[in-house]
Antibody, heavy 119, light 107 residues
Framework: EVQLVQSGAEVKKPGESLKISCKGS????????IGWVRQMPGKGLAWMGIIYPGDSDTRYSPSFQGQVTISVDKSISTAYLQWTSLKASDTAMYYC????????????WGQGTLVTVSS | DIQMTQSPSTLSASVGDRVTITCRASRSLSSWLAWYQQKPGKAPKLLIY???SLESGAPSRFSGSGSGTEFTLTISSLLPDDFATYYCQQYASSPYTFGQGTILEIK
């Protein structure tokens, strides 16, 4: 079974750093792009960026470029999303998802990681 | 970025109804459009890709149509399990933007 399992919920203070993870299993991890999607409380979905684990080629939405870093460790089939200095406005659910083999749709999705940033 | 606009934002319907949700793009997508269903507290699930291809395992009461800038998701006969939020997503051009969502609620 193809599966993406994300790390657990985080509570952080403004200015702290954070790295959340997404581990893939049940398929050839290096052959499929992995994307990250933000969902702020009560709001819709925002496409943040994607990474190709085979060569770490990364594409960001202009809205998130410079705000987050997407990376991957293919030796452990894990993608990451990280912040160097969190803001209260980063409070959201973050999903990872596997991109289709030749198209840009996402399936499957991870279960989500809730990030809460509060002083 | 390509802007995606869904309508309506909220749709009230009854079990057994046929419903249609529309998604409009700010420029042509050809057929590079997907639809997702999201239930409260859960991750989105892919329903339709390439505008009209039904994802394996998705119920056949869901169908998608359209090309260019206008697309529709139709549910032929609503079941209680279908009350959820639906999103379209374009993948013609990065960043692969989502619509704002349509909440399908019980009338």
């Amino acid at each position: 079974e193809v599966q993406l399992v994300q790390s657990g919920a985080e509570v952080k203070k403004p200015g702290e750093s954070l790295k959340i993870s997404c581990k893939g299993s049940g398929y050839s991890f290096t052959n499929y792009w992995i994307g990250w999607v933000r969902q702020m409380p009560g709001k819709g979905l925002a496409w943040m960026g994607i990474i190709y684990p085979g060569d770490s080629d990364t594409r960001y939405s202009p809205s998130f470029q410079g705000q987050v870093t997407i990376s991957v460790d293919k030796s452990i089939s894990t993608a990451y999303l990280q912040w160097t200095s969190l803001k209260a406005s980063d409070t959201a659910m973050y999903y990872c998802a596997r991109r289709g083999p030749s198209d840009g749709w996402f399936d499957p999705w991870g279960q989500g990681t809730l990030v809460t940033v509060s002083s | 970025d390509i802007q995606m606009t869904q309508s309506p934002s909220t749709l009230s319907a009854s079990v057994g109804d046929r419903v249609t949700i529309t998604c409009r793009a700010s420029r042509s997508l050809s057929s590079w459009l997907a639809w997702y269903q999201q239930k409260p507290g859960k991750a989105p699930k892919l329903l339709i890709y390439k505008a009209s291809s039904l994802e394996s395992g998705a119920p056949s009461r869901f169908s998608g149509s359209g090309s260019g800038t206008e697309f529709t998701l139709t549910i032929s006969s609503l079941l209680p399990d279908d009350f959820a939020t639906y999103y379209c997503q374009q993948y013609a051009s990065s960043p692969y933007t989502f619509g704002q969502g349509t909440i399908l609620e019980i009338k």
